[in-house]
């Protein structure tokens, strides 16, 4: 699902009329709305981000500071060289606001008085719902392809000029930013890209010396040669193919599920028979370091789980792991606002 969109042609023509040169390819892209409207002023592309930045528990995320998490800074993604510039337009962070938070609490969790009761149907709200991680999950798994698949520019569309967030490769989080603008429903973002037009884009880049064959690099009198690929985008197109990434990615999360149950079975049957022993002989002697409340067998099972293939040897998707991680967690935060809910 990752594939196409144009990145092979364009790309094999670009390596052949740049040659490579030191510096680098220097991209400049400008839009044409609706596919064939009047061209806007060239603009510089950009950076776009790598989605091969350090992974970060979600826990990480939420108190690092920002929207794509607590990373040390040895582990700092490596810059663009309009890096600068890309930072000069205002982005939209990639995860939640706060806002949520707060009216949960004081609406939907508990009101003035005390707890407020909340139908069973209602228990799942649009932050723990399952399909609106797959979805954001998806989104991000395939623009992580079309940049394997040497088609960036698709990615750059969907992340700005589609979505309007920024870092959202390097997100780590259970809840997305264009989750909560779309109104918290999963369906939201994919509907509202089917009905957007066909886009193109003017990529602009520099060759490798400004005279004929490359040579002459540094000549100040010859000007700099600059060559045009035009790249279209097709929503419509790129909907059907986060469909596909969101399916595989869906049938991996089921069997992670019946993981997690076995796990979460294990772990409270070897916490219980603990409580009933009555702990270690050593807690009993007044040791320092006591014992752990359950054996950590069941924690082992999950972190191997996702070295696993799916069934009929299908290649893990984009994030196998990361996936995984933010799957279990969004359970864990599931159980926490049912419990605040229902006390």
């Not at 064959?213 to 060559?227: A, K, T």
């Not at 985008?233 to 149950?261: F, H, K, S, Y």
């Amino acid at each position: 699902g990752g594939g196409g969109g144009g990145g092979g042609p364009v790309s094999s023509y670009l390596d052949s009329m740049t040659g490579g040169g030191d510096g680098g390819v220097v991209e400049r892209s400008r839009g044409i709305g609706g596919g064939r409207g009047g061209a806007a002023a060239p603009r510089r592309s950009g950076g776009v981000p790598s989605g091969r930045g350090p992974e970060a528990s979600y826990l990480d995320a939420m108190t690092g500071g920002g929207g794509g998490g607590g990373y040390d800074e040895d582990q700092a993604e490596v810059e663009d060289e309009d890096e600068a510039e890309a930072d000069s337009t205002t982005k939209k962070g990639a995860g939640w606001s706060s806002e949520y938070l707060v009216s949960f609490l004081a609406s939907e969790g508990m009101s003035a008085g005390g707890w407020i009761d909340v139908p069973d149907g209602e228990a799942d709200d649009g932050r723990t719902d399952v399909r609106n991680l797959l979805t954001q999950r998806a989104m991000q798994s395939f623009m992580r392809l079309l940049e394997e698949c040497r088609d960036p520019h698709s990615a750059k569309w969907i992340q700005d000029d589609f979505l309007g967030t920024g870092n959202l490769l390097d997100y780590h989080g259970t809840g997305a930013a264009f989750i909560e603008r779309y109104g918290g429903l999963w369906d939201a973002p994919l509907l509202d890209m089917c009905s957007r037009p066909r886009h193109r884009m003017i990529v602009s880049a520099k060759r490798r010396g400004r005279g004929h064959g490359g040579w002459s690099r540094n000549n100040p009198y010859l000007q700099e040669r600059w060559v045009e690929i035009p790249v279209d985008v097709d929503p419509n197109d790129l909907t059907r193919r986060i469909l596909e990434v969101r399916e595989q990615i869906a049938d991996e999360w089921g069997g992670d599920l019946d993981v997690l149950m076995k796990a979460n079975d294990s772990i409270l049957e070897s916490y219980f028979a603990t409580v009933r022993s009555g702990g270690s002989d050593e807690d009993r002697d007044g040791d320092a370091s006591p014992a752990p409340a359950f054996e950590r067998t069941a924690v082992h099972l999950m972190n191997d789980r996702t070295r696993f293939n799916v069934g009929g040897g299908t290649a893990s998707s984009p994030f196998r792991r990361a996936n995984f991680d933010l799957l279990y967690n969004l359970c864990t935060q599931a159980a926490i606002h049912r419990l605040l809910r229902f006390g």
